[in-house]
Structures are given as structure tokens and as C-alpha cells.
């Protein structure tokens, strides 16, 4: 590991000296990831981009991209797209990036199965807004929406997301 990393322990992540509470999947943390388990995969994973919505907040960081109102994630194992940004329309199973609520008004994204997804691995593990404190994700991992923009903005596209068994 190195300084840089964040760090998922049984308080919360550690990020640069700070602490940050998380909520993770509903499955918890997996060594062997599924799809549909709702876990949070062990390893060490690369930050590979970071979405805004930029009708909402600024900008994060310089490259950080916006989410446009077709922007979509595959989520359909079956489908040559899977696990890989789309746009509107797309005939298979995805999740809108667009959101109504401010869930995803910025996403961190690694690289967990990504860019060459393994069917039934397991879809994106995004770092994003929590929907309240304690209350888990489908896998990802969740934060305060303060948290997680101040950790946006000091990481970098060699921050690597430790999450441990």
C-alpha cells in the first residue's frame, strides 16, 4: 500500500491521515464476487474515472466527465456491454446514470471487472453519495456527500481503493 490509497478498515475509509464512515454492499465484503450478491469485492482496485452531474455540482477535478441525460451503465451479464458506460437507447438491462434522486451526482468508478468484464463477476463498484447513514448498497461503497466530494477532489487516477477480507 501506499500513502495515497484509500483504505477500507472496520471504521470507515482512511483516506490521507482522515477517516470517513462508509456504508459497503448488502452482501459485505467478498472474496469471491457474484452477480446480484450485493458485495463489496476484496482487493485492490484502481480508480479508472470519476462522473458529475454537472447541472448540480461543478466540476471535481479537470477530469472528472459529466453525466449526460443518456448516459447509462449495462448491468446485463448476457450482453456484449456489460459492465461498460452506454447511451440511450440500449436494448439491454442498464442503470441511468441520470438519476431523479442525488445518488449519483458524483461517482468515483474502479476498475473492478472493468474494462474486459468477467460475466457474473459482479457489475461496476462505483463510490457514491449514501442514501443514509448505515444503509447498504448493491455492492459499492457509499459515503456522506461531503466526504465524498472532498475525497474526489484529492484523488487521482493512481488512487487505489484497498478493501480487505
Request: charged share 25%; with cysteine; proline share 10%.
Amino acid at each position: 500500500m501506499t500513502r495515497g490509497d484509500m483504505v477500507l478498515t472496520p471504521t470507515g475509509l482512511r483516506f490521507l491521515g482522515r477517516r470517513f464512515p462508509c456504508t459497503t454492499g448488502r452482501g459485505g465484503v467478498v472474496a469471491d464476487k457474484r452477480e446480484g450478491d450485493g458485495g463489496t469485492p476484496v482487493g485492490a482496485h484502481q480508480i479508472v474515472g470519476m462522473l458529475y452531474r454537472p447541472d448540480r455540482i461543478a466540476p471535481p477535478t479537470a477530469w472528472a466527465v459529466p453525466i449526460g441525460p443518456g448516459d447509462l451503465w449495462c448491468d446485463d451479464p448476457a450482453h456484449e456491454d456489460y459492465n461498460l458506460m452506454v447511451r440511450a437507447p440500449h436494448p439491454a438491462s442498464h442503470e441511468c446514470l441520470r438519476r431523479a434522486d442525488p445518488l449519483y451526482d458524483l461517482v468515483i468508478l474502479t476498475d473492478w471487472n472493468w474494462p474486459r468484464a468477467i460475466r457474473r463477476r459482479g457489475s461496476a463498484i462505483f463510490l457514491h453519495r449514501w442514501r443514509r447513514p448505515g444503509y447498504p448498497t448493491e455492492g459499492c461503497m457509499a459515503f456522506d456527500p461531503a466526504h465524498l466530494s472532498w475525497i474526489a477532489r484529492r484523488i487521482t487516477p493512481a488512487t487505489r481503493l484497498v478493501v480487505r477480507g
